[in-house]
């Protein structure tokens, strides 16, 4: 009953350093999401992918990079990580880009200093 | 410019009472709306969502309604428990999928036993 996962739970950057947030989700559902939250803020899309094989930006993409690497599994860069990435990230997927009722992961926790 | 505002950051019920959450939208093009709950450390999970065709939609201790001309919802929720209290998000959606999707920033409730 696992649902959305995500890796790590926590983590802590240096400024210009990257790292790859890894999701997978085991509900067979063809599209994923990379949420971030910010205090104060709502949940605000960073890309998703519709379906397997394609990717696309969400309301704010600049600093990340997305792979779709299959069915199961979408994960996000961070190429050179900056101080105001600091975020709690959330993975989430749907049955389907219409199907608004998405499925989240537990997020990971990230600073960069 | 926030589509969806949610302008209590917080809320303090005691238990047995009834909880009212409220959302206003500025997008007349919004069509569906959902209310999503999120525990501390934990990924946002979907509780009850209405269509714009519907001014009423309930589930058990959930009921959101809907007022288009005013375009505002709310969530009751009644009896409000002490395990209801969380953050909830409101969220819209105006009919491009989910990758459209609209959140709140949130209001946290505190149900006191």
């Known amino acids: 009953n696992a649902g959305v996962t995500q890796t790590p739970k926590f983590q802590v950057l240096k400024t210009g350093q990257s790292m790859t947030l890894q999701c997978a989700q085991d509900m067979n559902h063809n599209s994923m999401y990379w949420y971030r939250q910010d205090p104060g803020m709502g949940l605000r899309l960073i890309y998703y992918s519709a379906s397997e094989g394609t990717t696309d930006k969400g309301e704010v993409p600049n600093g990340y990079n997305v792979s779709r690497l299959n069915k199961r599994e979408f994960s996000l860069r961070l190429e050179s990580a900056a101080p105001s990435q600091t975020s709690v990230y959330f993975c989430a997927s749907s049955e389907m880009t219409a199907n608004e009722k998405l499925f989240f992961g537990s997020g990971t926790q990230l600073s960069v200093l | ?113």
């Not at chain 2, 005691?14 to 500025?26: A, K």
């Not at chain 2, 309930?58 to 409000?80: Q, W, Y």
Request: proline share 5%; net charge positive; with cysteine.
């Open chain 2, 1 to 113: 410019d926030q589509q969806v505002k949610q302008n209590s950051p917080s809320l303090s019920v005691q238990e047995g009472r009834i909880s009212i959450l409220n959302c206003d939208y500025t997008n007349s093009m919004f069509d569906y709306f959902l209310w999503y709950k999120k525990y501390p450390a934990e990924g946002p999970t979907f509780l009850i969502s209405i269509s714009s065709i519907k001014d009423k939609n309930e589930d058990g201790r959930f009921t959101v309604f809907l007022n288009k001309s005013a375009k505002h919802l709310s969530l009751h929720i009644v009896p409000s428990q002490p395990g209801d209290s969380a953050v909830y998000f409101c969220a819209a959606s105006g009919g491009g999928g989910s990758e459209k999707l609209v959140f709140g920033k949130g209001t946290k409730l505190t149900v006191n036993p």
